[in-house]
Each structure stands twice: as C-alpha cells, then as structure tokens.
C-alpha cells in the first residue's frame, strides 16, 4: 500500500514537472537555464584567445558573457546575454575594456620569492637555522679572507647545527661575477673549507656556482633520513637550489606550517594582482607541499598551481626506483592544486655550467656541466619514469646539449619497450623550460616529432647576452627561438620570474615584451629575426600555455564551460602601441568567477572596495622594462 502510495505521488509530481517545463516554454527565460547565472559581464571586448593555431587569429570577440557557477555559461551580444540574467545576477559594465584569459605562468618559483623575502625580514627568526653573510672582494685573496673572517669571528659560537650561510659576489644572473669565477677556480677547495670549518655546516653560494663543506652536507642528508655517503653526496645534492630553497623551509616552518601557508598566500595573491590565474613549477623544499594543502583544505587558493613532482629527486639517493614505485600522477589533486607529472633537479644549471654544444675556449668548455648524461643516475630515473608511463617535464634546462641527452634518453625507452611508442610519447606532451641556449635549429624537428610544449622566459636575453662573446654573436639565435619554434609546429609557452612579493615592480606584460621587441633590457638586440607578434605572445601567455599545465579543456580560453578566469585590462592590448604595452595594468582579476583582486581605480568607478594587493608597477622604456627576472 505504502509502496503505490510513492508510486502516484511519483506520477504526479513527474505530472506537474512535464507541466511546468511546459509552462517555462512559454515565458523568456531561456530552456538552456537551470538556474539563473550569478554574474553577466557586459559592454566589453572579450577576446577568446579560442584559435590555437600558429596564426594570429583570436577568435571572435564578443562583448558580453555570462557566469554561472564558476565556469562561462554563454558568450555572446549584450542583448543575448542580458536575456539570461535573473533576479539576483550581477550585471557588471566593463565600459567597453578588453577582457582576456587568465594569464597561465608556465614556471614560475613565486611561492620561493614570497619565502626569501620573509627571510630577508626576518632573519633574526631564521638564525636557529642559519645566520647569513654576504662577502665581498675586489680579488680572491680578499673573497679568501673574508670566509676565514666569517667562520673564525662570526660563527665561532653557533647554536647547535646552525649554518653560516655565505654569497659571493654573482655579477647579476649572467653568472660572471667575481664569486662564480672564485668557486670555479677551486680558490678555496672542498679540503679547504672541511679543515676551516670542520664541525660548522658552511655554504658557499655565487649562483649558479656553490660548495657545500662535509658538516653542511651531513646536516642536510641528515634532515631527510639520510647517511652521509659520498654516493648520497652525488646524487642527492646536484644544485645549490635544493639547499637554497629547503633548508629554512624543511627545518624552520616544519613545525610553522599554518604560517608558511600565510605567507605563500601573501605572496600568490600579488602574483594574481599581475593578472595571473594559474601558473606552473616544481616545488623545492618538502613542507610547501603542506603549506600548499593548508590552502587548498581551507579554500584559500588565490591561483591554480599544476606543479611537477620533484619528491623523487629531492634529496633521494635511488631516483629510477622511486619512479618505478610512483605510478602516473599527472593530473592529480584539485582544480587549484594538482600534478602535472614528475620531474628531476634540472638536467643543467647556468653559465658557466652549461651542458652545450658549442664550441668555446678550453677554460669554458672545462667549466660546462652536464649532469645528465648517457648512464648517469638521471639517465636511468629518467628511463624509469618513461618506462612507468609516467608524465615527464623537464626542470631546468640551459644548454642545447642537455636537452639532447633527455631526448636520447626518451628514445632509447620507445625502441627498448615495443608497448611505449612515439604516439605514446606524443600523447604524454613533455615539456621543457627556461631556451637559455637552446633549442638549436637542428632540434627542431626532433622536438616537434617528440610533441613537446617548450616554455620560455625572455629573462634569457638578458642573461645569455654576456656569453655570447664566450661561445659567439652567431648564437643568438639560440636564446629563446620563439619565431623558429612556431615555424616548426611547436607551442612555446611563455614563463617569468616577476619579483612584486614587495608591492613594487614591473606589469607581466614588461617582462614578455622583450619577445616581441628582441631587445634585452639594456637595448641590446638579440636575434631580431626570432621576435614574435602580440598575437602568438598572447597565445604563449593563454591557449598554448594551457596545454603546458595539461588544462586546455578546463582554461587558456573564454568558451562555455570553462572555468571563469579572465583578467579585465586598462588598455587594449591588440590595439594600443607597442610601446604601450608594458603600460598595460589589470583593473580585475577573476578566478572560478569569483574575485582575486580589484584595482582601486576599478572599484572607484564600482563604487566599492578595492580587493588584494594594490601593486605600485613601476614602468621604463621597453628596453628597460621586464628587467633581468631574477
């Protein structure tokens, strides 16, 4: 009885529903409605960015767009869109500006600007850690003397495992400062520094030049669960980065991690006030991990990070097996947080300690490192990773040489395992970053058949330049070939280190002008003929950036169903001169629909509250803006 009583009012109530779909016929609300959209964008110029191909074409711009829950229900007239809105919907008048896609970052080490900057704040807090010393010279007896000054005088009294962490002078990021020749030139030795400092962990640090003594090495494999070995030293710690990056993170915020998280945080939040939504890199230093998922369990993520899994690497003495045990994570997590595959420490580092092809004088050629190499502990994890069908993005590569090696590598996979083709290589869309000196144009067609995604940073043109009188001006056109990439079918995505964690500095678009202008930032040309147009720039900085970060279905464009990421311009940015562009400010930042960060001048006219950080963008002529990057 109970059970035919369900029945009918069953029937009934499907009745009623037929006949209230019936009834909503006959009145405007549109049949594509379940409910009403939260947020309709009006009298603007939206740009797609929805053509991705290697043209100029955007798609077509549209002036209005409607937002319902999080993701871009409909694009189309004022007229169409406003049909839809209901009661409660936000109607906002863009006033005729230029909206974009939420810029993608395809490496970035943000979450590390944030840190090192609170560092620099608060170094007092830091000092159970580790006490900072800068040491300068005009020659190596002086370098020499004063690291003998800062370990005899300064630290002659540390608290227990506490490091004297010691820079050298860098001359810039070009790597040819005093300190890097000083290191280099072994003009203090690994002896040399063990009989100085035989029970204080001392690091010496002239980027991308380092030395760790016995004591640091100890206290650093120590902290992940390792013995000291000299095996454990060679694989284990191949960049100064991972100590650069870990050692207040891992020690310090270990027991900090709420706090850590807050100053991430910070630190995204005036990332998202250049316009950015979503960016990529791996992380360095185990507990940003946990200051990340802090933010995502509290739904405090300002950005979406796709970041590279590099736990196999840091500090992992038995790489390949770790890959071997890992299984295929790309694409794990949220949709604010979550894997784009596995990665290594980077497979080069800098000038001098490229890994290249180019010919140069014997003192160079002797400098240059590759620390992948056919048989290496990299070759192997690499392999490893390939085998186990694992996404592989290459994490800092520099020389042309190197990225040879990875190639190699990948296709030495595919010919041992019959299952693991070229299309399945394709299909895994590997990637590579930073076009320091590479690629050359012989590779093209090698990176094209292998489907990679190349990011690129034109910080490059800047700290290249120097070298090119070491390895020739004929090289040009080996930093950042943007122009012959495109040529040749392949996706370059553009990336960049813009410092504004402090409330200052260059707009996003400064940095990614020099692309379009060839120009480093003291007006040196570099391979004019490599320059792109504003339109592929932009679609290095959307559309084939989303490919990059594996999210071109869910962002890098405005089409019904994606997320709502968009960034609202002051100016128009495919029609204002080029020499404007560094100019250009985001008014409005908008994630998941929902706002990131509101200029004042924005909500002045709004007539509301300004949201976020209010950057102060500093602006130069085109040559000088963007600057070196870091």
């Known amino acids: 009885m109970r059970f035919r009583k369900q029945a009918l009012w069953m029937t009934v109530a499907s009745c009623l529903l037929w006949t209230g779909m019936a009834t909503a016929q006959n009145v405007t609300a549109p049949s594509i409605l379940v409910t009403y959209p939260e947020m309709i964008i009006h009298n603007a110029k939206i740009v797609p960015m929805s053509d991705s191909g290697f043209n100029q074409n955007t798609?077509?711009?549209?002036?209005?767009?409607?937002?319902?829950?999080?993701?871009?229900?409909?694009?189309?007239?004022?007229?169409?869109?406003?049909?839809?809105?209901?009661?409660?919907?936000?109607?906002?008048?863009?006033?005729?500006?230029?909206?974009?896609?939420?810029?993608?970052?395809?490496?970035?080490?943000?979450?590390?600007?944030?840190?090192?900057?609170?560092?620099?704040?608060?170094?007092?807090?830091?000092?159970?850690?580790?006490?900072?010393?800068?040491?300068?010279?005009?020659?190596?007896?002086?370098?020499?003397?004063?690291?003998?000054?800062?370990?005899?005088?300064?630290?002659?009294?540390?608290?227990?495992?506490?490091?004297?962490?010691?820079?050298?002078?860098?001359?810039?990021?070009?790597?040819?400062?005093?300190?890097?020749?000083?290191?280099?030139?072994?003009?203090?030795?690994?002896?040399?520094?063990?009989?100085?400092?035989?029970?204080?962990?001392?690091?010496?640090?002239?980027?991308?030049?380092?030395?760790?003594?016995?004591?640091?090495?100890?206290?650093?494999?120590?902290?992940?669960?390792?013995?000291?070995?000299?095996?454990?030293?060679?694989?284990?710690?191949?960049?100064?980065?991972?100590?650069?990056?870990?050692?207040?993170?891992?020690?310090?915020?270990?027991?900090?991690?709420?706090?850590?998280?807050?100053?991430?945080?910070?630190?995204?939040?005036?990332?998202?006030?250049?316009?950015?939504?979503?960016f990529s890199s791996h992380i360095v230093g185990l507990r940003i991990h946990d200051g990340y998922m802090n933010l995502v369990r509290a739904n405090r993520m300002p950005l979406r990070f796709g970041y590279a899994d590099r736990f196999c690497q840091q500090v992992e003495p038995e790489m390949p097996g770790c890959f071997v045990r890992k299984g295929d994570v790309a694409g794990l997590g949220t949709d604010t947080f979550y894997s784009v595959g596995v990665t290594l420490g980077g497979i080069d580092t800098g000038p001098p300690r490229i890994c290249t092809t180019m010919e140069a004088e014997a003192k160079f050629k002797s400098a240059e490192q590759c620390i992948l190499t056919p048989g290496s502990e990299y070759d192997k994890a690499i392999s490893a990773a390939i085998r186990s069908r694992l996404r592989y993005i290459v994490n800092h590569v520099y020389g042309d040489k190197a990225l040879d090696y990875f190639m190699d590598s990948v296709e030495r996979v595919t010919k041992s395992s019959p299952y693991l083709d070229m299309n399945y290589i394709r299909s895994r869309r590997l990637t590579a970053d930073h076009c320091g000196f590479y690629p050359r144009q012989e590779q093209l067609p090698r990176i094209k058949d292998f489907g990679m995604v190349i990011s690129c940073d034109p910080m490059f043109l800047d700290r290249s330049f120097p070298w090119l009188y070491v390895y020739g001006k004929d090289k040009a056109n080996r930093i950042g070939p943007i122009a012959s990439m495109i040529k040749a079918g392949i996706m370059p995505t553009a990336e960049a280190e813009v410092d504004v964690e402090s409330g200052t500095g260059p707009t996003y678009f400064a940095h990614q002008i020099h692309f379009l202008t060839r120009k480093n930032s003291k007006g040196d040309s570099v391979a004019p003929e490599e320059a792109v147009d504003r339109f592929q720039l932009m679609k290095m900085m959307t559309n084939w950036a989303s490919h990059f970060v594996m999210k071109e279905k869910e962002v890098g464009t405005l089409e019904p169903g994606k997320f709502a990421d968009f960034v609202v311009?002051?100016?128009?940015?495919?029609?204002?001169?080029?020499?404007?562009?560094?100019?250009?400010?985001?008014?409005?930042?908008?994630?998941?629909?929902?706002?990131?960060?509101?200029?004042?001048?924005?909500?002045?006219?709004?007539?509301?509250?300004?949201?976020?950080?209010?950057?102060?963008?500093?602006f130069a002529t085109e040559f000088e803006a963007g600057g070196d990057g870091g």
Not at 79 to 94: F, H, S, W, Y
Not at 578 to 604: F, Q
């Open 569 to 618: 311009l002051s100016k128009d940015y495919f029609t204002v001169p080029e020499g404007e562009i560094p100019t250009i400010i985001p008014l409005w930042t908008v994630m998941n629909g929902n706002t990131t960060v509101l200029r004042k001048e924005l909500a002045t006219e709004w007539g509301t509250q300004p949201i976020g950080p209010q950057l102060n963008f500093q």
């Open 59 to 278: 798609g077509a711009a549209v002036k209005a767009m409607a937002v319902r829950g999080g993701k871009i229900l409909a694009l189309g007239t004022d007229a169409e869109m406003l049909a839809l809105a209901g009661p409660n919907t936000r109607k906002v008048d863009i006033k005729g500006r230029t909206i974009i896609p939420g810029i993608i970052n395809t490496h970035s080490h943000m979450h590390d600007h944030s840190l090192q900057l609170w560092n620099t704040k608060n170094a007092s807090k830091i000092e159970e850690v580790r006490r900072s010393f800068s040491v300068t010279g005009k020659d190596y007896a002086e370098l020499k003397k004063g690291i003998e000054l800062v370990v005899k005088e300064q630290m002659a009294n540390p608290a227990p495992d506490q490091w004297a962490y010691i820079t050298l002078p860098t001359g810039g990021s070009s790597g040819t400062g005093l300190g890097v020749k000083f290191l280099n030139d072994k003009a203090i030795t690994y002896d040399d520094l063990n009989k100085l400092a035989p029970n204080l962990p001392v690091f010496l640090n002239s980027h991308p030049a380092w030395l760790l003594n016995r004591s640091a090495q100890n206290s650093f494999l120590t902290l992940y669960g390792l013995d000291w070995s000299q095996e454990n030293v060679d694989r284990a710690l191949t960049m100064n980065t991972t100590i650069t990056r870990s050692l207040v993170v891992d020690r310090y915020f270990a027991s900090r991690v709420q706090e850590m998280a807050d100053v991430i945080h910070d630190g995204l939040m005036h990332q998202a006030a250049l316009g950015q939504t979503t």
